[in-house]
């Protein structure tokens, strides 16, 4: 996932929030002719690609509805002092904006919370909505089968791996493992034919984050079967999985056989500047379990040029356990447009939402910001797939993709597969103790609502 999600001291964040408050006014009511836009800018990239963007939209807008205006409203801020301060401003029609945008990893705290407000009466009469993928709907859905945003673009993840380490390795450069075994054996192999490299990473431990619970675990559970989290059925999380079991082995081997880093740097918080930023780009790291944003670092003025690296690196999709269909896995996050419940002028919203997500513009969004395209128009569109190297893999991964069950107990289910993750990685827990320790985590973080398997 591109930035982790953590929780911010709140005492902190009141402070910061009273200041954004302060600075919207009279907030959405002011005036019915004006559609309140709220926004994250937490990176010189992403305030000058954010701004660039909207701005445009706006003026189109502006255009194409005589007498209506746009206000945006930026959120300065990191990722976690952003969501504090946006719900302080959703709890009051006076400074609730008409427009906000959600992370997938929170919108259903918001959801439970109130905040926003269902947009299938508009979902329906939309005709573009139909253009959206299946998978990527899912984003913005809610327990209760309403829909509370729209998917402005996702990301995918899969398997990078090094053609100069899998050349003296003496393995496939057009590698494509079917299974858990094959991407193991490739590790075993550029361990015993490649020493001083790292064979995988795949990552792990509270340190990493949501890094390690996405982008690490999930993308091997969602691989041993369906919903190996949460039972959407029985609307419960899901404890004695044989699958969780399974992943948390995978993870276990990687350490205990030393396929991956010392475990020193695996549970260093900063390793994922480390793999993009050092060991892929000098062939220092065999094969890479990460996400489709990594060109973002490497492009022309970013933090660490390489354009060499369509030439270095190969991509294979991370396949499933047993090579069971559909073949392949990945795990999707991304964020939404949303319209807050107390906002005064939600048809105006709407209507901005759809001029943002014409195809000509959300082609522009999803190529400005390195983005994967969820309209199935633009996935196909020649100019969009020869956009950025890369791309057209990663949209590929779009139909075979999950989301993670971010319902309001998710960050504390999140964090419990961080410690069992960590426990085997240290070797402190074997992977029965770890699991078991998993259970009885989420059975009191969710009270009680599981179903065992």
């Not at 005589?66 to 952003?82: F, H, R």
């Not at 979902?123 to 899912?138: G, H, M, N, S």
Request: aromatic share 10%.
């Amino acid at each position: 996932m591109r930035p982790t999600t953590t929780p911010l001291i709140l005492a902190t964040a009141a402070l910061l929030a009273a200041g954004t408050l302060s600075a919207c006014g009279g907030g959405s009511g002011d005036d019915p002719d004006t559609v309140r836009v709220s926004f994250k800018q937490s990176t010189d990239n992403e305030i000058r690609v954010m701004d660039t963007y909207l701005a445009d939209i706006k003026k189109q807008f502006e255009k194409a509805h005589p007498g209506k205006k746009v206000k945006l409203v930026p959120i300065k801020a990191p990722d976690s002092e952003y969501y504090t301060k946006l719900q302080q401003m959703l709890r009051s029609p006076k400074t609730a904006p008409d427009l906000v945008y959600e992370d997938t990893f929170l919108i259903n705290s918001d959801i439970t919370s109130g905040y926003l407000k269902p947009l299938d009466p508009y979902l329906k009469k939309w005709k573009d909505w139909d253009q959206f993928i299946d998978t990527a709907k899912t984003a913005a859905k809610a327990a209760d089968g309403k829909t509370y945003g729209v998917p402005d673009g996702t990301d995918t993840r899969g398997l990078w791996f090094s053609k100069a380490v899998f050349n003296k390795a003496g393995l496939p450069a057009d590698w494509q493992p079917k299974t858990w075994d094959e991407v193991l054996d490739a590790a075993r192999t550029i361990k015993k034919k490649v020493p001083g490299v790292t064979p995988l990473n795949v990552y792990t431990g509270k340190p990493a984050g949501e890094a390690a619970a996405m982008q690490g675990f999930q993308m091997l559970a969602y691989g041993t079967g369906e919903d190996p989290l949460y039972d959407t059925e029985a609307k419960k999380w899901v404890t004695g999985s044989k699958g969780f079991k399974d992943s948390l082995k995978f993870v276990e081997t990687v350490f205990k056989e030393k396929l991956g880093p010392d475990v020193s740097d695996a549970l260093d918080p900063n390793f994922a500047t480390r793999v993009r930023g050092e060991l892929l780009p000098e062939d220092k790291l065999g094969i890479a379990l990460d996400g489709s944003w990594l060109p973002q670092d490497w492009g022309a003025g970013a933090g660490h040029e390489w354009p060499e690296w369509p030439k270095k690196l190969g991509l294979a999709a991370m396949p499933t356990q047993h090579g069971q269909a559909p073949g392949k896995v990945s795990m999707s996050g991304g964020w939404t447009w949303a319209i807050p419940s107390k906002a005064s002028n939600p048809d105006l919203a709407f209507a901005f939402i759809k001029t943002m997500q014409t195809k000509a513009n959300a082609k522009k969004w999803y190529v400005a910001n390195s983005g994967i395209a969820v309209r199935k128009d633009v996935a196909a569109d020649p100019s969009y797939v020869k956009a950025q190297p890369g791309i057209e893999f990663f949209t590929g991964l779009v139909t075979a993709t999950h989301y993670r069950p971010a319902y309001p107990a998710y960050p504390k289910v999140s964090t419990a597969i961080q410690e069992a993750m960590e426990s085997v990685t240290t070797g402190d827990s074997s992977v029965e103790e770890a699991a078991k320790g998993y259970d009885e985590e989420v059975e009191s973080a969710t009270d009680g609502e599981v179903v065992e398997r």
